[in-house]
Every structure is written in structure tokens, then in C-alpha cells.
T-cell receptor, first 112, second 116 residues
Framework: KAGVTQTPRYLIKTRGQQVTLSCSPI?????VSWYQQTPGQGLQFLFE???????NKGNFPGRFSGRQFSNSRSEMNVSTLELGDSALYLC???????????FGPGTRLTVT | AQSVTQPDIHITVSEGASLELRCNYS??????LFWYVQSPGQGLQLLLK??????LVQGIKGFEAEFKRSQSSFNLRKPSVHWSDAAEYFC??????????????FGKGTKLSVKP
């Protein structure tokens, strides 16, 4: 069974631009979560989706948003990029809410 | 507040030696605990999980972890380390298994170096 896939793997953007990251969960998994990983803050939870609904949200500004489609694929969007948004963005999928999460390889976003 | 502490930022062990990585958590309810491993430039791979039952859990790659409620700990162990185990290890805690929220709270990680 294929794992979690994330596209693109690498991205370079300029301050003020916006970006969309994509995540395809493991087949049959209905829940998708997003995390941001930086050297300073470590791994921080962004949001969680289940059945196309955001079920949980971390402590991030409104510039960070996401959605989930009927096939469980998810996208996250960051608007008005700041230098501090440079990070590895990890997507994780799970069969249901509250079950073990399996992570994708991440998207490395660099903001210049 | 919910939190996970991994006291050791960096550990170096010799190949073939035993390993123990420490993890302490603070969580109001019965925790759902995990260990993940991350190689450079990669995502996180699930090593093992605990949500109930036997407090000693076995995982992949020869790792095991023991849940000790009285000490709020979930330490990861391996009897004999291989050079390929060099990576960063993360302990995480989640809400109860099957609950309405699945977000994980991670420790800051422990980087493992292996000497030949």
C-alpha cells in the first residue's frame, strides 16, 4: 500500500506570496493532520481534518488554512508568506481520528 | 498543560551498545504514546505506540518502549544499536485512542549518533 505523498517536495517563495501544499493520504485513511517543523520550535500541530471538516486547529495565525476533499486528499495554504514560515511541512494520515498517524516525507518551504 | 520532555538533546553510543532514550510526558488523561524516528531530510516513521494493555511494547527495527504511569515516562530502548539507527527520535503524546481529536504533541527530539 502506498504511503502518504506530499507535493511538491521543495518550494522556494518570496515574502508576501502565497503557497499551496498538497497531501494524499494512505488509501482508506480518512483523517489528515498537518504539522510544521522548524529547528527552533520543533514539531507543531497546524490542523486536523476528518470527513472534509476541520476538527482541530493549532495555535497558528489565520494566514494558515487548509481543506480536505471528498477523496480525503488535503491541501494547506499559507498566504502573505513571512520569513519565519520557512519550515518542513509534514502531513500525516490516520485511519480515523485518534488513531496512529503515518507521516509523509514533507514539503520543504523556503521563504526569501 | 500537555507537554512532552526529552531531556537528552544529543546522545552518542558505540555500535553494538545498548540504547535508552528518555521521554517524560504531562497529560491530563490516559495518554496515547508514540515514538517516531526521522532520518535527515525525511518524514517521520512510526516505531511503536502504546494505548493500553501491556506496558512493554515492541516496535519495528528491534526497538521497545516501557510505559510507566507512576513516573509519567515512556522510554525507548534497543539492546544493540546498529550504525543505521543514527537519526533523530521523537516521543509524542496524543489524546485517548479513538478520541475525537488526533493531534500529537511532540518532544523536541533526541539526536542519536552511532560510533563505529
Amino acid at each position: 500500500k502506498a504511503g502518504v505523498t506530499q507535493t511538491p517536495r521543495y518550494l522556494i517563495k518570496t515574502r508576501g506570496q502565497q503557497v499551496t501544499l498538497s497531501c494524499s493520504p494512505i488509501s482508506g485513511h480518512r483523517s489528515v493532520s498537518w504539522y510544521q517543523q522548524t529547528p527552533g520550535q520543533g514539531l507543531q500541530f497546524l490542523f486536523e481534518y476528518f470527513s472534509e471538516t476541520q476538527r482541530n486547529k493549532g495555535n497558528f495565525p489565520g494566514r494558515f488554512s487548509g481543506r480536505q476533499f471528498s477523496n480525503s486528499r488535503s491541501e494547506m495554504n499559507v498566504s502573505t508568506l513571512e520569513l519565519g514560515d520557512s519550515a518542513l511541512y509534514l502531513c500525516a494520515s490516520s485511519l480515523d481520528l485518534g488513531t496512529e498517524q503515518y507521516f509523509g516525507p514533507g514539503t520543504r518551504l523556503t521563504v526569501t | 498543560a500537555q507537554s512532552v520532555t526529552q531531556p537528552d538533546i544529543h546522545i552518542t553510543v558505540s555500535e553494538g551498545a545498548s540504547l535508552e532514550l528518555r521521554c517524560n510526558y504531562s497529560y491530563g488523561a490516559t495518554p496515547y504514546l508514540f515514538w517516531y524516528v526521522q532520518s535527515p531530510g525525511q518524514g517521520l516513521q512510526l516505531l511503536l505506540k502504546y494505548f493500553s494493555g501491556d506496558t512493554l511494547v515492541q516496535g519495528i527495527k528491534g526497538f521497545e518502549a516501557e510505559f510507566k504511569r507512576s513516573q509519567s515516562s515512556f522510554n525507548l530502548r534497543k539492546p544493540s544499536v546498529h550504525w543505521s539507527d543514527a537519526a533523530e527520535y521523537f516521543c509524542a503524546v496524543g489524546a485517548k485512542y479513538g478520541g475525537s481529536q488526533g493531534n500529537l504533541i511532540f518532544g523536541k527530539g533526541t539526536k542519536l549518533s552511532v560510533k563505529p
